[in-house]
């Protein structure tokens, strides 16, 4: 394993080297170059660009650090996230290949100029440190000041630096020597303060401090997010999913609030079909509607599934406003339907009849059939539903042309003129 003076002993060897850029060897090194090539020598592989190598490693605060740590700035105002590091190497100072025009050299944390840049510090695994026993003489006392204010809350100076609101406090905190007390004071009465949940505050924070288990997390929560759409039914965008995502994270999302996200995007597929629980929903929704009796739509069908999901409606719900309304459509039965009958189960002397005597399979026979929806809601002659008898029924049935052509008709019809020929003592 290097240690964090080996690879401080191997990168002041290059003192002096141009800046090039996208340099990555000794004859012209950029930043990340540098970077990428002293860790490399000392058999670590890093990524090659800053913006990457911010991800590696775990977080170290300004007055954390030690020698061989990588420290991060913000020098391109036009651009967010970092874009310019450095190799720490201990008493407040980094060494790194600075800009067009200069060599390698070495510089300290206490310039005004890196100070209002810091993005944050990253310990790479693989690499042994000690604490750096200068860490807070000198020079580098000024330049953690600010730092050291910021850390009370737990929150790294670039992230009060991203926030103008905090940003002016920590400035005023520093040049006017606030105490810890009065600073947290001020911060907690801050717009920011009291608008920003605790958990949205802690994601900012990690946003700035901590890039990298940031980037994990919402990676994470994307994950689930999908996992828990495709569970729903649910259709997202990438631009959905990532709202979603960062809702869980920043916002703490609990499993109402999700899936009543979710329930916005439920959609029918190219198929016409429904997904997860939401094509369950459907399924039953229109299992109960038959049942009942009840017509219903595709849009209510998806409607009522996207409630469900949302978790503004149940199927408790919808099978009890399908009962009502099969009592209102079959008023002869509604005293039934109310007891918890199925109009379905109520037809199926109606059904069986009309298929026997019409010679059609039974399953092609509903409470939709024409002859059956009839017969359910005849009323009397004092106009009360009165549903029609089974007598009344057959001997309509067989008054129907399509009757006249069913083998039970012409079987009938034979025992008729048989009979008849029999009373006139033609046949025996």
Known sequence: MATGDDIVSLAQKYLGTQYVWGGTSPSGFDCSGLVQYVYG????QLPRTTYNQIMVGASVQPDQLRPGDLVFFDTDASKKG???VGIYIGGGRFIHAPAPGQGVKISSLADSYYMNRWMGGRRISGVSTAPDPNALAGEVTPTLDAHELAETYGMSYAFFKSQPELYKKLKEAVAGQWTPDKFQAEVKNTKWWKQTSETARQAQVLQKTDPATYNAQMQAARVQAQKLAVQSGAVLSDKNLSQLAKNMVWYG????????YLGQFVKFTDKEVLGGMAGQVAEAIKQEAYKNGVAVTKQSVLNNAQYVVRGLTSMEQITASLREQSAGLYPGFAEQIK?????????????QATAQELGVPETNVSVYSPQVKAALNRVNAQGQPEPMSMTDFTAQLRSDPAWRATQSAQDKTMAVGRQVLADMGLVR
Do not use: F, V
């Open 41 to 44: 020598k000392s058999g670590i």
């Open 82 to 84: 970092p874009d310019h």
């Open 339 to 351: 007891a918890g009958a199925d109009i379905q189960d109520l037809a199926q002397p109606y059904i």
């Open 253 to 260: 999302w609990q499993p109402e609030q999700i899936q009543n």
